[in-house]
Structure formats: C-alpha cells, structure tokens
C-alpha cells in the first residue's frame, strides 16, 4: 500500500517554469524507480521521466529531454519534476508513479507501475 501525493501544477506563460512534487507513504521509498506520465485531453497517457532508485540513473522522453528534470529526495519520500522552458504542447495531467517490483516491463511502460498519484494540471498558454 503505498499513496502518492503530487502538488505543484498550475498556469504558466509559454518559456516559463514549473516545479511539481510527488510525497509518497511507506517506509521502502527507496526500493521504488519512480516516474512521471502525462495525459492531455483526448491522448494517450505518455511517460515523462523517471528516475532510478538511488537517483543514480534518470529518463526522459525525447520531446522534454534538456527541459525537464527528474530527481529524488529519499530521505523525504519525494520525488520531484522541474519543468524548465514549458510550451503549449506540455499542457496535460501530470501523474506520479511508483514501481515497487522492478518487473517485466520497462521503465516506459504503465504496465509497469503499481501506484499512482491523483494527478495535478499544467496549463501553458501562448
């Protein structure tokens, strides 16, 4: 049982910046590679980042790759995203994610996610 509580989104002009939060509960955070998916009206849910387990290693889909930064606070039970020159295009549903098993599926994948946030909006406008 593990609950993810992300904070952070809101309305931002096109170039500007936005920090989001993922707090999550239980006592093994640090077992947990933990990533960031997002939803815009109408599309698929697409992978964002993730992030290794130590923070050692990160991820990002190409389009936020130079933009967009994942990182982890272990001994806060937080993992952050900071969005850095935001675009219309990254308006969407922002959603943390948990994978406590290491399993079949690759970091990419939803399938391979077993908790989830609530998810928080990012608006960009033009």
């Known amino acids: 049982q593990v609950q993810l509580v992300e904070s952070g989104g809101g309305l931002v002009q096109a170039g500007g910046s936005l920090g989001l939060s993922c707090a999550a509960s239980g006592r093994t955070f640090s077992s947990y590679r933990m990533g960031w998916f997002r939803q815009a009206p109408g599309k698929e849910r697409e992978f964002v980042a993730a992030?290794?387990?130590?923070?050692?290693?990160?991820y990002y889909t190409d389009s936020v790759k130079g933009r967009f930064t994942i990182s982890r606070d272990n001994a806060k039970n937080t993992v952050y995203l900071q969005m850095n020159s935001l675009k219309p295009e990254d308006t969407a549903v922002y959603y943390c994610?948990?994978?406590?098993?290491?399993?079949?599926?690759?970091?990419?994948?939803?399938?391979?996610?077993?908790?989830w946030g609530q998810g928080t909006q990012v608006t960009v406008s033009s």
């Open positions: 992030v290794s387990r130590s923070g050692g290693r990160t």
């Open positions: 994610a948990a994978d406590t098993s290491l399993g079949l599926n690759p970091y990419y994948s939803d399938y391979e996610y077993d908790y």
